[in-house]
């Protein structure tokens, strides 16, 4: 234990500040040239996306052997409301043998074809993904779309399917990286000099989450070039966010209580020796649990989600380690200056005592029961929106906030062409069984597919590809894929596959809601297990995460009001409620052990409601300054053109600062004042009962 305390308290040593400062400033300079190369291993394919055992992500794999696998189809469509005239036809096909011209697009590209009511024509350009993946559509099509629109005298012309689709997105996610790093950046300084109010000490929390951004960075790049962790634009992008958010709030809760113990320590490095050891343990606890809650992402079925757990879990230990390393380091190499103007001077009085929080403590304290009573119900009667959720997935055209050029054409593709085109149901069966499948399929005809092909055969395998009549991104066109499989898993011996867009979709959203069942019970146990230790008592944990949940529920509930009637969006994506749920009870629980682990430290001297009175004081401004930091970094995601990027950020950012303005500092503080020594138990301290009277200071009482 001594050797453990002597390594915690290295930081803040005469001289071994220096010799940890030392190897931060090495390892960035292995480290740092390898952050830049993340982006680069990011695998944004959909089988790196979707669950292993799925149907469709068996296809994917298969189909290889009969089609590109690496290869997006654009549909080109034009229409004119008053017929296609001869020199429409002619030049929409003088633009198929242009679009053949184009860089990364496989031709020659077939002639268009018209709809059956003559107002609109179609060719489908197929574009090569095998050197440079996604990065090649957006090029790609802004050439195809900018010939197909040259010159079109009054027919419309518009660019969609996957590739369209695809092309869209990736500019989307074009610069995601550069703009929420900069942008939280931005937020993380103007709350830093708002919180301090000094020029100086912002900078030395802000480097340090950015070094830290940086070595997560190279670490997370290692991984996945040489251990197969699977990265993607998502995961990055919320590694950006969690990092930089959770970093600096470790660094307030560190900093508070260093300044703190400067005004009972002469010396500096004894003041900093202290602060490790009275707020190390919350902030170890506090990381540990956030960490601990995105690893039971690993059980997921989606890969997407399970590969998201280690990236997270990763970037939130390496900012801990720096917040209780480098961070410690600097602020004792520079001294007492950096706190510049206000410089917490040996012996002065601390001011939390009589601040904002501990008159807040003070007006619980004088009704508790009630107050903790009415919030809960407050916080119950917000959570009722959430039986107005509609967590079944986002359509194409609702994954915008945008209306992208690829969803006009699909609008007109769904006017004059089976919905389905370019989007086929794809179909993979033993060669034995290929007639007996498309046989199987054809009796679908007409209801819910069309167009089903001959099999053809390769390696022992049978390919059979039909046209869904339904848009490929609504309920009607996944039934029909239910159908689709229920029709050739019955045919003997086919051992059949049904796959394509509409079949991804669909296992995705069966793979979501199953994550959702085991992941959220599995991250409550987690939770309330490190709480156990942490705390050693039973209730006061189970006290905790009954008041984070419930903390959830009302973001998710004014939540899905605001997407429905603020916001008009179409819905919420199939992982909305798993993410928003992991990083809210895992973070949002951070403030209570924050809170907690200071309650039952003054407890021990005061008894459980005045120790609750004074952690609360203690605490509630660097927790309010956390959680505005916090709720902020999220509340960037909402700022992006990715409903599902912007859904996640604004409830996280609702749903941190319910957990930083009411949850820990209203209904926690409440039952516990309410609860008294019963919150320890079975601990000894649950025997030691607070006297009738709290301990309210005089100044507090007389507001």
């Not at 300079?29 to 959909?46: C, H, I, M, R, Y």
């Not at 000094?198 to 802000?206: A, N």
């Not at 320590?265 to 202290?274: G, I, L, Q, T």
Request: glycine share 10%; charged share 15%.
């Amino acid at each position: 234990m001594n050797l453990v305390r002597r390594l915690a308290a290295a930081p803040a040593g005469r001289r071994s500040k220096w010799v940890v400062l030392a190897v931060w400033i090495i390892a960035l300079l292995v480290l740092g040239p390898l952050s830049g190369k993340l982006t680069g291993a990011e695998n944004n394919d959909n089988a790196s996306w979707l669950p292993s055992s799925a149907e469709s992500t068996k296809v994917l794999n298969l189909q290889g052997q009969f089609v590109s696998i690496e290869s997006a189809p654009a549909v080109v469509v034009y229409s004119r409301d008053s017929g296609i005239t001869p020199a429409d036809t002619a030049k929409a096909t003088q633009d198929a043998t242009a679009f053949a011209q184009i860089a990364h697009v496989i031709g020659p590209v077939a002639p268009p074809h018209p709809s059956t009511d003559g107002k609109a024509l179609q060719s489908v350009v197929m574009i090569d993904m095998s050197k440079g993946g996604w990065n090649n559509l957006g090029p790609a099509v802004d050439k195809i779309r900018s010939i197909a629109t040259a010159g079109d005298q009054g027919m419309t012309a518009h660019v969609g399917g996957p590739g369209g689709y695809g092309a869209d997105q990736s500019k989307a996610f074009a610069g995601i990286d550069g703009t929420l790093l900069y942008s939280t950046l931005g937020v993380v300084i103007v709350l830093l000099l708002l919180t301090y109010r000094s020029p100086t000490l912002w900078l030395l929390p802000l480097l340090s989450s950015g070094l830290a951004l940086t070595a997560a960075q190279a670490v997370i790049y290692l991984l996945a070039a040489h251990a197969g962790l699977t990265v993607n634009g998502q995961s990055q992008g919320i590694l950006t966010v969690l990092v930089i958010g959770a970093g600096t709030d470790y660094a307030l809760l560190l900093v508070a209580r260093y300044r703190e113990e400067l005004r009972r320590h002469e010396d500096r490095h004894e003041a900093m020796a202290e602060a490790l050891h009275r707020a190390g343990p919350a902030i170890l606890a506090s990381a540990a649990t956030v960490a601990v809650s995105m690893l039971c992402l690993m059980v997921a079925e989606m890969n997407s989600t399970s590969g998201l757990g280690p990236v997270c879990a990763i970037g939130v230990l390496v900012a801990l380690l720096a917040m209780i390393t480098l961070l410690p380091a600097l602020l004792v190499i520079c001294g007492r200056w950096v706190f510049w103007p206000v410089r917490p001077s040996f012996g002065t009085a601390e001011p939390t005592e009589t601040g904002l929080w501990a008159k807040v403590g003070g007006g619980i304290a004088r009704r508790p029961r009630i107050v903790w009573i009415g919030t809960a119900l407050a916080l119950g009667a917000l959570a009722l929106g959430m039986f107005g959720l509609k967590a079944d997935g986002l359509s194409s055209a609702g994954s915008f906030s945008t209306k992208p050029d690829s969803v006009a054409a699909q609008t007109v593709i769904d006017a004059h062409f089976p919905a389905g085109t370019g989007s086929p149901l794809r179909v993979i069966a033993n060669a034995s069984a290929g007639d007996q499948v498309a046989a199987a399929l054809g009796r679908l005809d007409g209801h819910g597919l069309t167009g089903v092909t001959a099999p053809v055969d390769r390696n022992g395998l049978a390919y059979v590809t039909a046209t869904l009549t339904s848009s490929p991104d609504s309920t009607a066109a996944e039934n029909t894929v239910d159908a689709a499989r229920a029709a050739v898993h019955a045919v003997p011996g086919a051992n059949a596959y049904v796959g394509g867009d509409t079949a991804v979709r669909l296992d995705v959203q069966r793979a979501s809601n199953h994550d959702n069942q085991v992941i959220i019970p599995l991250v409550l146990v987690v939770v309330l297990v490190i709480l156990g230790l942490l705390l050693r008592a039973v209730i006061a944990p189970i006290v905790l995460i009954l008041t984070v949940v419930l903390s959830f529920a009302a973001a998710l509930g004014v939540s899905a009001l605001a997407f429905t009637h603020l916001f008009h969006f179409e819905g919420e994506d199939n992982a909305f409620p798993l993410f928003v749920f992991v990083f809210l009870v895992a973070l949002g629980i951070d403030y209570n052990i924050f809170l907690m682990t200071r309650v039952r430290e003054e407890s021990v001297k005061h008894g459980t409601r005045n120790g609750a009175l004074a952690g609360l004081a203690a605490t509630g401004g660097v927790i309010t300054s956390a959680g505005l930091i916090l709720a902020s970094t999220f509340g960037v995601l909402g700022t992006l053109p990715i409903v599902g990027f912007a859904e996640i950020g604004f409830a996280v950012c609702l749903g941190v600062l319910l957990d930083t303005f009411v949850v820990r500092s209203v209904l926690v503080t409440a039952l516990a004042m309410d609860l008294d020594h019963r919150l320890w138990w079975p601990s000894g301290l649950s025997r030691r009962r607070t006297e009738s009277r709290i301990e309210i200071p005089e100044e507090v009482a007389a507001t």
